[in-house]
């Protein structure tokens, strides 16, 4: 096959064949599928807000399977569009944050510093310098994470478990260290956070297995 041919390489029918896996690799199919239901069941947190912080998890991934399933889950549990919408723009925050976040690494870096350490938590004290470097555009982004973790239709609470995901799965340590102190301020408990932490660990690896259907279809094409 040609990958320059016009060929869509999504397409909703393609997540039909994940039970395929079912045979192929039964016995780890069947334990992620059972620990994928036991990380979205409802415990500490509602099933609607694992199902919100899957959508927030599933746009950070960009797993376009996962982000369908996911909506219409969150859907059936009576989740507005506006929710929805809340969750998603959390996401884009933290993404956009992390990348932000570890500038203070690349100040490290350009500096020439003589720490052998990547990651203490006082770089992160570096980051007003990008106010300096290049301000506009640091204020405009200091004003949208702002908003995007407001209270809006979601909680602060709510908004700051979704961050911990979300932080969980761009693996940005001064995003995680802010948004765990963040939500605990809000109340939330060691639980809690254990729960959003599982969904983004599910909604990650489950982003790698729905990827399989189009590993599939490769296969069966050579």
Known sequence: MNLTENKNLYEKNNFARLPEFGKI???????????????LKEKALSAKLK???????????????????HVKNVKKLNATKEEM????????????????AHGVNALNAY?????????????????????KLNG????AFINFD??????????????????????????????IALHVKAAKKKGATKEEVAESIFVATALKAGSALAHGVNALNAFDEV
Not at 51 to 68: F, K, N, Q, R
Not at 151 to 175: D, F, M, N, Q, R
């Open 85 to 100: 919408a809340e969750s998603i723009m959390v996401a884009t925050a933290l993404k956009a944050g992390s990348a932000l």
């Open 136 to 139: 506009e555009v640091f204020s």
């Open 51 to 69: 199902e919100l912080i899957a959508v927030a998890v599933a746009h950070t991934t960009g797993c376009p399977y996962c982000i369908d399933l």
């Open 146 to 175: 702002t908003l995007s973790l407001k209270e809006g239709l979601l909680s602060v609470k709510e908004k700051e478990l979704i961050a911990i995901a979300v932080a969980h799965t761009t693996g940005c340590p001064y995003c």
């Open 111 to 131: 500096d020439e510093t003589a720490d052998e350490e990547l990651y203490k938590e006082v770089y992160f004290n570096r980051l007003s310098e990008f106010s």
């Open 25 to 39: 690799a039964p016995e780890v199919f069947k334990a992620f599928v059972q620990f994928d239901k036991i990380a």
